[in-house]
């Protein structure tokens, strides 16, 4: 097993290098530079040179790329142009901040939606299943921020339970009880978001499984569809929604960019919407970059989870 884990991890250092050269030369290709954010229509051309080359962008694509590249593996993703602050700083502070919102609300989305799911494939074509089914296809097709609109007039503007911005009350940064007051409502709606999606994964793969030869053959010796369901269908659907959560772990990062901006909650979605809006290319880099790691490390942790549940993977790959 250990053989398997470390070709995995290898076979992920070319892969992550060809990524970091396509997110490099897609911000190379954009048509305004970082530059262009920060020049105004009064200022000299010696003086935008100078700025071009305080900032390295006089130098060929290749030399700023192996640069770049340089300070990203010693942990350095550069300055934002705009503020003119750290950036690894300003992820290290947003990052957590974003993940105490996601993590919660994507457990407890697992927590609901993989039982719900099994329950309506285990009453397929019946009258639950299609109530099941209408409802999670209407809270996938809902917009997010249309959700977080109604829940902030009901429940913030309204009844006055809950408020609507911000992760604390000025002054109250250190209280617990106070961040969850701020916690509940954006957390709901991300529960609201993404229980559906998992939901519905799991009830396709769990009937997907009911059309295997092995669930006719225990039908035909008398096994209660409880008895499938809770020692065949619901261990096999297992292995696909392992891969479905490795390939979710960017969103610990950029998961919450909608919830986290209507909110006001100081994560990493602010902070990507604010660099966009600005062209403050470093910072979108940077978070770009951090994306992609997240997609190809949780594609990775998929494989090794994959490998410990289902042996035959590692035999095969061996």
């Known amino acids: ?62 030399i700023q790329y192996f640069i770049w590249l340089k300070n990203i593996l010693q942990g350095d993703f550069g300055h934002s142009i705009i503020t003119h602050h750290p950036i690894s700083q ?46 999670l296809s209407l809270g996938i097709s809902v917009p997010t921020f249309w959700i977080a609109m109604i829940f902030i007039y009901f429940f913030g503007l309204k009844l006055r339970w809950v408020p ?22 954006p957390y709901s709606i991300l529960v609201l978001v993404l229980m559906p999606g998992i939901a519905r994964y799991v009830r396709a793969t769990a009937i997907n499984q009911l ?4 669930i006719q053959v225990q039908k035909s010796l008398g096994s209660k569809r409880k008895e499938i369901f809770s020692r065949h269908v619901s261990r096999n659907t297992l292995l696909p929604i392992i891969t479905s959560i490795g390939m979710d772990l960017p969103m610990l990062v950029t998961g919450a960019i909608i919830s986290e901006r209507i909110f006001a909650w100081p994560g990493v979605g ?11 290319y470093p910072v979108i880099m940077a978070i770009m970059m951090l994306s992609a ?11 090794i989870m994959y490998s ?11």
Do not use: C
């Not at 059309?211 to 092995?214: A, H, M, S």
């Not at 410990?308 to 061996?318: E, T």
């Open 293 to 303: 790691i997240l997609v190809i490390l949780g594609n990775l942790l998929a494989d």
């Open 308 to 318: 410990m549940i289902d042996p035959r993977i590692r035999r095969g790959q061996s």
């Open 1 to 62: 097993m250990f053989k398997y884990f470390v070709k995995r991890i290898l076979q992920s250092i070319p892969l992550l290098l060809l990524t970091s050269l396509i997110v490099f030369s897609l911000i190379q290709i954009a048509p305004f530079d970082a530059i262009d954010a920060i020049t105004t229509p009064d200022m000299s051309i010696e003086r935008v040179e100078f700025l071009k080359q305080k900032h390295g962008l006089d130098q060929p694509f290749l």
């Open 164 to 185: 609507t911005i911000g992760m604390h009350t000025i002054g109250k940064e250190g209280s617990l009880l106070d961040f969850l007051h701020h916690f509940i409502l």
């Open 90 to 135: 300003e992820l290290a502070t947003r990052i957590p901040n974003t993940i105490k919102l996601i993590l919660p609300a994507y457990v407890t989305a697992l927590i609901i939606g993989i039982p719900l799911g099994l329950f309506s494939a285990s009453h397929r074509g019946k009258w639950i299943d299609d109530t099941i089914d209408g409802v």
């Open 211 to 214: 059309q295997e030869d092995y």
């Open 270 to 280: 602010p902070y990507l919407m604010d660099a966009t809006r600005k062209m403050d």
